[in-house]
C-alpha cells in the first residue's frame, strides 16, 4: 500500500486562488519531505525541501511567498499554492525519503494534477 | 549546476528483447544513484537503487554504474509491453536532496 499520501489527487481552480496540497507520510515519521513539480513531458523539478519544524528550503527560482509550505508535523507537510495563475498549472509530487540515511531513495505520493483556469 | 542527463528517447524494442537505458551526471559528489519508472499521470516508483561501482541484479533488471565515467545504465531484459513507461535516472546530491533526468520513454512492442 502507499507509503505516502497526497490529496487533493486533482484540482481546478480559478486564478487568483490559492490551493493546498496535503502530503501524509503513512506508518513512518519523516522529519525531511521534497515537493517537486513536473510539467508534461519534462522531468521531476525539485521546488523545495519541506523541515519539520523549521523553514522550508527553496530551490532557485522558486518563489516562497508563492508557494508556501509548512511541516508542522513529523508526517504531514503541505504546500499551498498562493495566488495561483495558469502558469502554475502542473503535476506536483511530494515525497519522503524510505529511510533515515542521506542517501535513500525516496517514496512519492500519488502526485497532485493542479488546473488553474 | 548539478545535472543528470538521459536521451529522452522513445526507444523502441520488440517484446522479449533487451532495453538499454543510460544516464550520466555532472556531480561527481553524488554517491547514490536510482532508477524510477513512471508511467502516464502517476508519480514515480523506484525500480532500483545503486551506490557502488559494478552491476546490481534484481529480477529482469540490471544497474550498473561507473563512477569514474559517471554513467549510469539500467538494463531490462526479456522486456514485456507493461515495462512501457518513461524511466527517470536520478541521483542523490546529499542530505536526501534528489535530482532527476528528463526520463526516457520506452515503447515494448507486442
Known amino acids: 500500500g502507499a507509503v505516502v499520501s497526497q490529496h487533493p489527487s486533482r484540482v481546478i481552480c480559478k486564478s487568483g486562488t490559492s490551493v493546498k496540497i496535503e502530503c501524509r507520510s503513512l506508518?513512518?515519521?519523516?522529519?525531511?519531505m521534497f515537493w517537486y513539480r513536473q510539467f508534461p513531458k519534462k522531468s521531476l523539478m525539485l521546488m523545495a525541501t519541506?523541515?519539520?519544524?523549521?523553514?522550508?528550503?527553496?530551490e532557485q527560482g522558486v518563489e516562497k511567498d508563492k508557494f508556501l509550505i509548512n511541516h508542522a508535523s513529523l508526517t504531514l507537510s503541505t504546500l499551498t499554492v498562493t495566488s495561483a495563475h495558469p502558469e502554475d498549472s502542473s503535476f506536483y509530487i511530494c515525497?519522503?525519503?524510505?529511510?533515515?540515511?542521506?542517501?535513500?531513495?525516496?517514496?512519492f505520493g500519488n502526485g497532485t494534477r493542479l488546473t488553474v483556469t | 549546476q548539478k545535472e543528470v542527463e538521459q536521451n529522452s528517447g522513445p526507444l523502441s524494442v520488440p517484446e522479449g528483447a533487451i532495453a538499454s537505458l543510460n544516464c550520466t551526471y555532472s556531480?561527481?559528489?553524488?554517491?547514490?544513484f536510482f532508477w524510477y519508472r513512471q508511467y502516464s499521470g502517476k508519480s514515480p516508483e523506484l525500480i532500483m537503487s545503486?551506490?557502488?561501482?559494478g552491476d546490481k541484479e534484481d529480477g529482469r533488471f540490471t544497474a550498473q554504474l561507473n563512477k569514474a565515467s559517471q554513467y549510469v545504465s539500467l538494463l531490462i531484459r526479456d522486456s514485456q509491453p507493461s515495462d512501457s513507461a518513461t524511466y527517470l535516472c536520478?541521483?542523490?546530491?546529499?542530505?536526501?536532496?534528489?535530482?532527476f533526468g528528463a526520463g526516457t520513454r520506452l515503447f515494448v512492442k507486442a
Open positions: 515525497s519522503a525519503p524510505m529511510s533515515g540515511t542521506g542517501d535513500s531513495p525516496l517514496h
Open positions: 536520478a541521483a542523490n546530491t546529499g542530505g536526501f536532496k534528489t535530482i
Open positions: 556531480d561527481r559528489v553524488s554517491q547514490s
Open positions: 545503486i551506490y557502488s561501482n
Open positions: 506508518d513512518f515519521q519523516a522529519t525531511t
Open positions: 519541506s523541515n519539520e519544524g523549521s523553514k522550508a528550503t527553496y
